[in-house]
């Protein structure tokens, strides 16, 4: 998968989040939840977007741990949907996976990318 995918994908899951929580009833938990997943969705994607123009490495690696905590808060908040039994766990498992597997891809990268990486090289 090559950058441009991972933009189309990160926005798309992104749109999905928004959706999902638009669905959310408005009682207070709802609305809190509401509110921090579409924080995190979308700032997947718009963090991922600014990696992919960072002028250096370093800057790649710091914005892509970015995107690697956000992915991970979303994934948070969809599990946390199925534990208040906000949602039944059908309805969000596409989700789920798809943010599993967005981190994975995320934390590879980073890996392959970050300064460790470098280090290891040269010893």
């Known amino acids: 998968m090559n950058a441009e995918d991972l933009k189309k994908q990160t926005k798309n899951f992104a749109h999905r989040c928004v959706k999902l929580s638009s669905s959310l ?7 809190h939840i509401k509110k921090q997943l579409i924080r995190s969705s979308t700032s997947v994607a718009a963090n991922y977007r600014a990696a992919c123009m960072s002028q250096s490495k370093a800057s ?6 970015v995107v690697v905590e956000e992915i991970d808060e979303t994934l948070f908040w969809i599990e946390f949907l199925t534990d208040e039994n906000l949602v039944h766990k059908d309805k969000v498992q596409d989700l789920y996976e798809e943010a599993g597997e967005l981190t994975a891809i995320f934390v590879a ?3 392959t990318s970050g300064p460790r990486n470098d280090l290891a090289k040269t010893n």
């Open 25 to 31: 009833s408005e009682n207070s938990l709802g609305c």
């Open 60 to 65: 790649f690696v710091a914005k892509l741990s």
């Open 109 to 111: 990268s980073r890996k």
